[in-house]
């Protein structure tokens, strides 16, 4: 809701504090007060064009400040682009244009872009008028109000759109991997193939290499390690020697202590000569030299080493390689199993999708309706009896469908009987359109748009019965929003909650657009001149009371 605006040297007006309430504020005042000026400088405050020519004349800048109580979806736009604000302070929003062009804005003191400022102006402000292409004449909103309207909740369509989207996007990647791999498949076939018949085996080439490394050892080493082993061969060894000494000695070793510590050191010889033995003859076997058997060793190394640069992988990554391809080929020979339960899905949630989708559809077809017969109440006492209203729900190709359903929801009207529907905009005159935008915020009372919604003039052209109903209807929906009535009417006027007075004032050759806000009396003195005219008469007065006591 706005519940302040602060304008300064903006085209006659120097200097202006306004404070605004709830309910229904109406602003009157002599053609050529300088209502619109008002409304430019609000409209500068919420993201409209900042044009040089709004400057007053001898000023360098003009700047508007609005507050308002922001709304919730408010402050969730302002966090979403890191703007915080405390939901317990006003919002405020400052405005500045150079009277050499170039503009500022500022929400709550942070800099912010015009883009962001026009979509929070949106938010919080409607501005029905002779030229508004915004609010209700945008088809975008139309199928969020219809909803809001027939109590329609989209979360099962857009729960059920989400499953389907996620099927498909699965069913994509998979296709494409499956074309992928199938353009690999020969390739595929032929590799898995090599690597089948070269029979990888795990830690392979380390194996190889160390074995071959062995031999080769062993080639070098051959006559010095036979000789080693030939001292250990034979009755004259020295580890045949020792074991004879040690059998005789076990025979005197009870002679002596000393003895029986030799014969100790001898069998701890004999045990250690024998292990150096045993280790002796295993290791010959290890190295030993087979030309026929290191060629074979050799050449299986080299094929190994090939196919590790082949496939540009290291020699132990063979194996995993080749597990990799076969998987590959395996998934192309399974993947149309694959793919076909993947298709299923995707046909089972698209089926489920469409099913609540058209329930939604039913249900918004019957919405329609029912918002058709309210607007149509409204239209006669409003002089529109003529016109017909239409809210159309047109089915959408399935490249269009969305989270909300397979729905485009557009308002539509025929001014005259017989005349082709068509858009607001396109149809209405500047009256017709704003007293048909006053007909269905009424059909539609508390159904969406702005806190604070302003029509400006929207009883141009009426007057008598029509004046009355439009200012009845204007009471009636300001029960539930805060409206701002700029009128000329003074069947409309009095039945505002709020009264100000626009006037114009001269000081020489300076003149200054002012506002006020309207007591009592002065609110009657003012129903009385716009009844009677220049001058006020008595029957005037009478009459302005009689409007104020109806309210």
Request: hydrophobic letters at 45%; proline letters at 3%.
């Amino acid at each position: 809701m706005l519940t302040g605006l602060s304008i300064r040297d903006v085209v006659l007006i120097e200097a202006l504090d306004l404070e605004f309430a709830g309910g229904l504020g109406v602003l009157t005042g002599e053609t050529g007060a300088g209502k619109s000026i008002l409304l430019d400088a609000l409209g500068l405050a919420l993201g409209a064009r900042a044009d040089s020519g709004l400057v007053r004349n001898g000023a360098e800048r003009a700047q508007v400040t609005a507050s308002f109580d922001a709304p919730e979806n408010v402050v969730s736009l302002l966090a979403e682009n890191d703007i915080e604000i405390d939901k317990k302070e006003p919002l405020l929003i400052r405005r500045s244009v150079k009277a050499d062009g170039g503009s500022k804005a500022f929400i709550n003191d942070q800099p912010c872009s015009a883009a962001l400022l026009r979509d929070v102006g949106a938010a919080l402000v409607e501005i029905h008028g002779q030229h508004d292409d915004r609010g209700m004449l945008n088809p975008r909103g139309h199928r969020l109000l219809l909803d809001s309207f027939g109590r329609c909740d989209t979360a099962l369509v857009a729960s059920h759109y989400t499953a389907w989207q996620e099927a498909k996007s699965r069913l994509d990647v998979a296709r494409e991997a499956l074309e992928n791999a199938a353009r690999d498949r020969e390739w595929l076939e032929h590799a898995v193939a090599e690597l089948a018949k070269f029979n990888p085996q795990p830690g392979e080439e380390e194996q190889l290499a160390g074995e071959r490394s062995d031999m080769q050892k062993g080639e070098r080493i051959a006559e010095d390690l036979k000789a080693v082993l030939e001292s250990f061969d034979g009755p004259k060894s020295g580890l045949a020697l020792i074991r004879s000494a040690a059998r005789k000695l076990d025979r005197l070793a009870d002679a002596h202590p000393l003895l029986a510590e030799a014969l100790t050191a001898l069998d701890r010889a004999v045990i250690e000569a024998s292990e150096a033995e045993d280790k002796l003859n295993a290791a010959a076997r290890a190295i030993e030299f087979e030309p026929a058997r290191l060629d074979e060793i050799e050449e299986r190394l080299f094929e190994l080493r090939a196919l590790a640069r082949k496939h540009n992988v290291a020699p132990d990554a063979i194996v995993s390689l080749q597990e990799n391809l076969t998987a590959r080929l395996d998934s192309i020979q399974a993947g149309g199993e694959g793919l076909a339960k993947l298709e299923a899905e995707v046909r089972a949630k698209h089926s489920a999708f469409v099913d609540a989708a058209e329930a939604m559809s039913a249900a918004r077809a019957q919405a329609a309706a029912k918002l058709d017969a309210a607007v149509k109440a409204e239209l006669a006492p409003l002089k529109l009896d003529a016109a017909q209203f239409q809210t159309a729900v047109e089915r959408l190709p399935e490249d269009r469908w969305s989270s909300t359903g397979m729905d485009r929801v557009e308002f539509l009207i025929s001014t005259n009987p017989g005349a082709p529907f068509a858009p607001l905009a396109k149809i209405a005159s500047g009256g017709e359109l704003s007293r048909f935008i006053l007909a269905l915020k009424v059909a539609l009372a508390e159904e969406g748009g702005a806190a604070t919604i302003i029509f400006d003039e929207i009883d141009r052209g009426v007057g008598g019965a029509v004046a009355a109903a439009i200012g009845e209807r204007l009471a009636r929906l300001a029960r539930h929003t805060q409206l701002l009535a700029v009128t000329h009417s003074p069947q409309v006027a009095a039945k505002g909650q709020a009264h100000y007075f626009i006037a114009k004032s001269s000081q020489g050759t300076v003149t200054r657009t002012g506002v006020v806000l309207l007591d009592a009396e002065a609110r009657r003195q003012e129903i009385a001149r716009m009844l009677s005219g220049a001058e006020v008469t008595d029957e005037a007065r009478a009459q302005a009371e009689r409007l104020l006591e109806g309210v």
